[in-house]
């Protein structure tokens, strides 16, 4: 108990005697609105709680969707990673098929070349009547209208004779004895 309360209650005397019922009642009523300031205080703390508590369920289940989100949006991004993966994968096999195709393909194309070449070498070499037969070929080739006109060939050179050796100069040793070179496809 409170000692001034005591102290006070100590002092009363007889004179209070008649007082003391009002007392009693002032104190009941003073008990009534301290209980009631006491369960302000405790409705008032509870709720406190009770906001707290749901802004925290409030806080923990936005963190928990934007998680979710993240999570999801972090699947969606693997698997379209993992589709652009595989799709580039297949176009890369595609691609080394292709070049694996074209390099069988060259090598191929190159040594029938390289056969066709020779043969015709030795074609070329084993007729004993014509010397150096493309030149012929070429000079014939020229002949028809595949060659310059007289008048141009007069103009760049001397005679024909010089314009021909100057042209045949240009032209390397295997593009001469080419086989789908146009002077020795037409002969």
């Known amino acids: 108990m409170n000692t001034a309360l005591i102290n006070a209650i100590a002092q009363l005397n007889i004179i209070d005697i008649n007082n003391i019922d009002e007392y009693v009642s002032l104190l009941k ?4 609105q301290l209980r009631m300031k006491k369960m302000a205080m405790s409705k008032a703390i509870k709720d406190i709680e ?3 508590r749901e802004a925290l369920n409030a806080s ?3 963190v928990m969707k934007e998680h979710s ?3 999801k949006e972090l699947k969606r991004s693997e698997k379209d990673a993992i589709k652009i993966v595989e799709k580039n994968t297949l176009i890369a096999q595609a691609v ?3 070049v694996e195709k074209t390099d069988d393909t060259n090598i191929c194309l190159s040594q029938l070349q390289n056969a066709t070449y020779t043969d015709s070498k030795l074609e070329s070499e084993m007729s004993s009547n014509d010397k150096n037969q ?10 028809n209208d595949n060659g ?3 008048d141009k060939i007069f103009y760049l050179c001397d005679s024909k004779k010089q314009w021909l050796k100057s042209e045949w100069a240009k032209i390397t040793e295997e593009q001469r004895y080419a086989v789908d070179a146009p002077w020795n496809v037409h002969v």
């Open 60 to 62: 923990i289940k936005s």
């Open 69 to 71: 989100e993240a999570l």
């Open 50 to 52: 009770k906001s707290d």
């Open 96 to 98: 080394i098929k292709t």
């Open 148 to 150: 310059p006109s007289v």
């Open 29 to 32: 009523t003073r008990k009534k």
């Open 134 to 143: 493309a030149y012929q070929n070429f000079t014939r080739w020229l002949k």
